[in-house]
């Protein structure tokens, strides 16, 4: 959990309260707008955030109140699309494929996948799908064609070869978002373990994200945004008034 602590104390609890509060919404303005960019990655995950007050220990004789910030994804599976190609895989039930990335494994449920000079089974980006713990190298030989079948090994030239890697984890919300449709596993996920679910040949999963309720969350946004700046600017006219009739009097 993240403690937002960049605000300094008021001596008044209105503008503080507004100010705070405008800074929440620009937050869940860049998760809302995120996930509505990557409403066509495929097997992208929503993510979504709240927020939480805490009295911090006094600091200079002050004390002062933090804004802790939960943020979490939602793992809820995405529709399946049929797309015939052989190298698209898709997940159906729990898990995450196993990917070799620039600095070790890192998971994602997006299968379009493709193959390399190598022949071997790659990500969009390049990076090598892992199957019994090693690249997965898929060369036909014979023109007879790659299958899958649907606990994971892949036939090719008729014959048994790798069976790819999918797993789970005890506390998947603890997986580090890296950008897109990425994660690595960051303590307290637990020790990644074989899922038992059936891999889709020809089928590539969707984001899940619901992009009518994330229209909405925007119109929301907005106009908690209008409200709080509207908190603020009559604040600001209470102060000039008090000011003005201060110094007329006497």
């Known amino acids: 959990m ?8 008021y001596t008044r609890l209105g503008p503080m309260e507004a100010l705070e509060g405008a800074i929440i919404l620009e937050r869940k303005l860049e998760v809302t707008s995120n996930n509505l960019a990557n409403v066509d990655t495929v097997g992208f995950k929503a993510q979504d955030v709240t927020f939480h007050e805490y009295l911090l220990k006094e600091q200079d004789g002050t004390k002062r109140t933090a ?3 939960h943020g979490w994804a939602d793992f809820s599976p995405g529709s399946l699309q049929k797309s015939d190609n052989p190298y698209d895989m898709a997940i159906d039930g729990p898990g995450f494929f196993v990917v070799q990335g620039p600095k070790g494994p890192i998971y994602t449920r997006a299968g379009n996948f493709t193959l390399n000079s ?3 089974l790659v990500t969009k980006e390049g990076y090598p799908v892992l199957g019994d713990g090693a690249p997965i190298t898929l060369e036909d030989t014979t023109g007879k064609g790659v299958w899958l079948s649907e606990d994971g090994h892949f036939f090719v030239d008729e014959t048994i070869s790798s069976k ?3 797993v789970t984890f005890a506390n998947p919300q603890k997986l580090k978002r890296l950008g897109g449709n990425y994660f690595k ?3 307290g996920a637990g020790t990644p373990l074989p899922a038992d679910s059936v891999v889709k040949q020809g089928y590539i999963e969707q984001s899940n994200v619901n992009a009518m309720m994330e229209m909405v969350n925007l119109i929301d946004l907005s106009r908690g945004y209008e409200a709080q700046q509207k908190s603020l600017q009559a604040i600001d006219q ?3 008034k008090a000011v003005n009739t201060l110094g007329r009097i006497g």
């Open 185 to 187: 596993a960051e303590k």
């Open 2 to 9: 993240d403690i937002r602590t960049g605000l300094h104390p």
């Open 238 to 240: 209470l102060d000039d």
């Open 118 to 120: 190598k022949y071997q």
């Open 67 to 69: 804004k802790g910030e």
């Open 164 to 166: 790819i890697d999918v």
